[in-house]
């Protein structure tokens, strides 16, 4: 199954570009203000440590934009000149390029970014998750197996499966099933090559781009009766059945839809 993206998906990747440029060249001009107002002489390492704050507090407080965006903005520039500062060898570039592509695998062109599930949300699946019947359980998007392995540890009654596209948090996921003994299974796999008709409960953490196209796979292949349950991300157009929002770090909302024979009609 391909991963269409729509206009209105393609819209939606966009928009993020358009605020990281306002929010770099807004910084930028706020701080050379700033550097011609101060009454001190600053350095070029101070500007660009004032640079990265304010464009951190415009990411968080005014744009609303995701917590990593802000840590971005806030290491970039001082990051940026601290690499030059160093005279680093052009093979420690080339070293951290290919970490980058190990730990965010296709990114560019899923359009999916790593994300963590909280410890809240481990602890609600937990409870949503049956207690004393065995059941099947996909992660698209497993990371580095995190909440697979916590859920694994709590509810031993689970099989527990996690697809993940990029090499080095599968390869992560693995060596912990390995060292610790979880009862969890990793595969380095396209989610849209997976079936799910076999899982009792899919479980995604994405972003808004894959979603539609996700539900469509959801529609199809999963049975009546069994649970898909998105992170934070809703599908456009379709009411989940459950909606349970958490106080954690990002905000969280689980949104559950029971899958039923007329889903995909």
């Given at each position: 199954?391909?991963?269409?993206?729509?206009?209105?998906?393609?819209?939606?990747?966009?928009?993020?570009?358009g605020?990281?440029?306002a929010?770099?060249?807004?910084?930028?001009?706020?701080?050379?203000?700033?550097?011609?107002?101060l009454?001190?002489?600053?350095?070029?390492?101070?500007?660009?440590?004032?640079?990265g704050?304010?464009?951190?507090?415009?990411?968080?407080?005014?744009?609303?934009?995701?917590?990593?965006?802000?840590?971005?903005?806030?290491?970039?520039?001082?990051?940026?000149?601290?690499?030059?500062?160093?005279?680093?060898?052009?093979?420690?570039?080339l070293?951290?390029?290919?970490?980058?592509?190990?730990?965010?695998?296709?990114?560019?062109?899923?359009?999916?970014?790593?994300?963590?599930?909280?410890?809240?949300?481990?602890?609600?699946?937990?409870?949503?998750?049956?207690?004393?019947?065995?059941?099947?359980?996909?992660?698209?998007?497993?990371?580095?197996?995190?909440?697979?392995?916590?859920?694994?540890?709590?509810?031993?009654?689970?099989?527990?499966?996690?697809?993940?596209?990029?090499?080095?948090?599968?390869?992560?996921?693995?060596?912990?099933?390995?060292?610790?003994?979880?009862?969890?299974?990793?595969?380095?796999?396209?989610?849209?090559?997976?079936?799910?008709?076999?899982?009792d409960?899919?479980?995604?953490?994405?972003?808004?781009?894959?979603?539609?196209?996700?539900?469509?796979?959801a529609?199809?292949?999963?049975?009546?009766?069994?649970?898909?349950?998105?992170?934070?991300?809703?599908?456009?157009?379709?009411?989940?059945?459950?909606?349970?929002?958490l106080?954690?770090?990002?905000?969280?909302?689980?949104?559950?839809?029971?899958?039923?024979?007329?889903?995909?009609?």
């Amino acid at each position: 199954m391909q991963n269409p993206i729509d206009a209105n998906q393609y819209h939606l990747l966009q928009v993020p570009i358009g605020r990281i440029l306002a929010i770099l060249f807004t910084s930028i001009l706020i701080t050379g203000l700033l550097g011609m107002l101060l009454p001190w002489d600053i350095t070029l390492l101070h500007a660009s440590l004032l640079q990265g704050v304010i464009a951190a507090t415009i990411s968080f407080h005014i744009l609303r934009t995701a917590i990593w965006w802000t840590v971005i903005h806030l290491f970039f520039l001082p990051g940026l000149l601290i690499a030059l500062t160093l005279e680093l060898s052009a093979y420690w570039y080339l070293i951290g390029f290919l970490v980058l592509i190990l730990i965010f695998g296709k990114t560019s062109h899923t359009q999916v970014p790593l994300f963590l599930s909280s410890k809240e949300v481990i602890h609600t699946l937990a409870e949503l998750l049956p207690k004393h019947h065995p059941f099947t359980f996909i992660d698209l998007g497993s990371g580095c197996g995190g909440l697979m392995c916590k859920l694994a540890q709590t509810l031993p009654n689970g099989n527990y499966h996690g697809i993940e596209t990029a090499i080095l948090p599968c390869w992560i996921s693995k060596l912990r099933t390995l060292l610790f003994g979880y009862t969890c299974q990793f595969q380095w796999k396209s989610i849209w090559l997976h079936d799910l008709a076999r899982y009792d409960v899919v479980y995604a953490y994405l972003s808004p781009v894959p979603m539609s196209s996700l539900w469509q796979k959801a529609c199809q292949e999963m049975r009546p009766g069994t649970l898909f349950i998105s992170n934070t991300f809703t599908i456009p157009g379709v009411t989940p059945t459950r909606s349970i929002k958490l106080n954690d770090f990002s905000g969280s909302v689980l949104h559950i839809w029971q899958m039923t024979s007329s889903a995909s009609k």
